[in-house]
């Protein structure tokens, strides 16, 4: 279960760096003038990331609650 939880958070770490670049490099870069073509596909990456950690936050909750039915 250990190794389970640290897989779980080096995973969750992964998915906070790629939606911190995904929102802080184009403020950055909107900040300094640069690319809002740019901009506007990655802040569509980020909303993306935000739907697919949703969908995987639904997952576990539902694999959770099966776990503690069958237990």
């Given at each position: 279960m250990?190794?389970?939880?640290d897989?779980?958070r ?6 906070l ?6 929102v802080?490099v184009?403020l ?9 073509g740019?901009?506007?596909f990655?802040i569509?990456l ?5 739907k697919?950690a949703?969908v995987?936050?639904?997952i576990?909750?539902?694999?959770v ?7």
């Open positions: 250990k190794e389970t939880k897989v779980l080096v995973v969750g770490i992964i998915l760096a790629l939606f911190v670049l995904a802080g184009p950055v870069l909107a900040a300094a003038g640069v690319a809002l740019i901009l506007g990655l569509g980020a909303v993306m990331l935000i697919l949703i995987v936050a639904i576990y909750l539902i694999v609650g099966i776990r503690a039915v069958l237990k």
